[in-house]
């Protein structure tokens, strides 16, 4: 078995989007869908590029229940953004493939995933959202 | 209608107290209370009190006295001590009372405000990919609003230089000694763009305050001082709270100009008429934030007003005096009420060495937590 998203309606079966909720009547969309059933929320399938419109570094290995790895030895400080989808809602998300120092407010970027641990065996992995600077942009 | 007064003000020194339990903090800060009001427990005809993490704030009658008075417990995260004390207003306005007492105390241990994703309505998996830490929260606020406002990452060094400053001369606060701007802007980073300095710690810490009828408090012959509004309100839509999975594309207004804004029309006031003022700073991001929230500048212009000192002691309008959460540290219950504390001492003019001078009139508190609440109050001598 290869690696697995860290949950279930997290993202589309392919992978290529992430699963947010829309509210019938009023229109509002939010991120992510919610646990428990709603005849009110429907999913939606959210936007896959976006604008970063905040972030944050996390400097430090946090506590539970964060399930990646805290050894302060090995850990890398990772960006944290609300990245804005334009005519949806700004998803919370990790950001990868730039360095954290180099993270500009307004950058565009696009959905990928990364695994939560990167030295896990590879049928361990559990996969995470994370949005990376758009290519040749 | 006549106001509100505070007649009587205790506080349990804020920081660690080892061997001393919070409630017992508590009792301290009562009995300080009760001492400066020249009352007894048994005169006092009801409470609201309350705390996070260290009991029942009622289970406190068994120390005080069994004199079957009214105890109200308070549960309201951050706001607790801002509630309790509107509750105590509210009851002594409604007429049923003439007499009684806000309390918040707590003792939270270092590094506490471990928080799951359940109570917050998330996903495991929210927490499991690291994303249940206040801190993130904070830095990506305050991220923000300096790119939105243009304010300098100096600037934030610039409020935690000043907490700490003013720390140095009081009393009650936990952190005693000066840190200068170039070691907080080169201490180690903990979310971008705040660095160890600029964040308030967990603590431990107690207040009480006596309020009183007008009529009552003049019988009782000390100091009086008016509360003229006491306002507790919940955030609108397309706020910037704690723990969100996502927020809205359209930005909305805060818990606290709203608040603010009621407060003001209460008393009558606007921002200009304000003499001295205690804001929410968990962050120096917050007071920053807050400094305009409650009208008090336009966002952007905290800048200059750092820079220039208008908001230290001797400054247009000081802001933080007793050095805020950031040298008193936060227990969750007592924190709203330390601020008014603090207004009590600077409106009677007995603080001492951090003396707002100036002889000041009207003195404004504000408190904000998770997840999107605030309360504030103005006082007048």
Known sequence: MSAQPIADNLFTEDMSALVGARNRETGHIFFPLPLTPDDNIEPIR?????????????????????????????????????VSLPGQTMVETRLTGVDVDDVKIGMEVELTAIPLDPDAPPEEQKLIHAFKPVQGE | MSDVCIVG??????????????MDQGIFAVKQALADSGIEWKDVEFAFGG????????????????????????????????????????????????????????????????????????????????????????????????????????TLGRVAEKAFRNGVKTDHAWRRSEVDLETIMNAPMICDPL????????????????????????????????????????????????????????????????????????????PEDIDIAQLQDTESGAEIMHMAENGFCKPGDQEQWLLEGWSEINGKLPINTDGGCLACGEPIGASGL???????????????????????????????????????????R
């Not at chain 2, 003000?9 to 919070?22: K, L, S, V, Y």
């Not at chain 2, 289970?59 to 079957?68: D, I, P």
């Not at chain 2, 704690?242 to 603010?260: K, W």
């Not at chain 2, 003019?349 to 937590?369: E, M």
Request: hydrophobic letters at 35%.
């Open chain 2, 51 to 154: 705390s996070a993490a260290s009991g029942n704030a009622d289970n406190m009658v068994s120390q005080l006295g069994l004199t079957g008075i009214q105890f109200i417990n308070v549960s309201n995260g951050c706001a607790t001590g801002g509630s309790a004390l509107n509750a105590a207003v509210s009851a002594i306005k409604s007429g049923e009372y003439e007499m009684g007492m806000a309390v918040g105390f707590d003792k939270h241990p270092r590094g506490a405000f471990n928080a799951d994703p359940s109570s917050y309505g998330l996903p495991n998996w929210y927490g499991e990919a690291g994303y249940m830490l206040t801190v993130q929260f904070f830095g990506a606020k305050i991220m923000r609003y300096l790119h939105e406002h243009n304010i300098s990452r100096e």
């Open chain 2, 195 to 270: 660095t160890k300095y600029m964040f308030c710690s967990p603590a431990e810490g107690a207040v009480a305050l006596i309020l009183a009828s007008e009529k009552k408090a003049k019988e009782l012959g000390v100091p009086i001082i008016r509360l003229k509004s006491s306002v507790m309100r919940t955030r609108p839509p397309g706020s910037f709270e704690v723990f969100a999975a996502s927020i809205d594309n359209e930005r909305g207004g805060t818990a606290t100009e709203i608040a603010s804004k009621a407060a003001f029309e209460q008393a009558g006031m606007g």
């Open chain 1, 46 to 82: 959210l936007a896959s590029r976006g604008t970063v419109w905040t972030y944050t570094v996390q400097r430090f290995p946090p506590k539970a229940p964060y399930a990646g790895p805290t050894d302060p030895e090995k850990f890398k400080p990772y960006a944290v953004a609300y």
């Open chain 2, 9 to 22: 003000a205790g506080i349990h020194p804020f920081g660690r107290t080892e061997g001393r339990d919070g």
């Open chain 2, 338 to 380: 330390r601020q008014v504390y603090e207004n009590v001492v600077q409106l009677r003019g007995t603080a001492g060495a951090r003396q707002v001078p100036g002889d000041p009139k009207t003195a404004y508190t504000q408190v904000y937590g998770a997840p999107g609440v605030s309360a504030v109050t103005i006082l007048q």
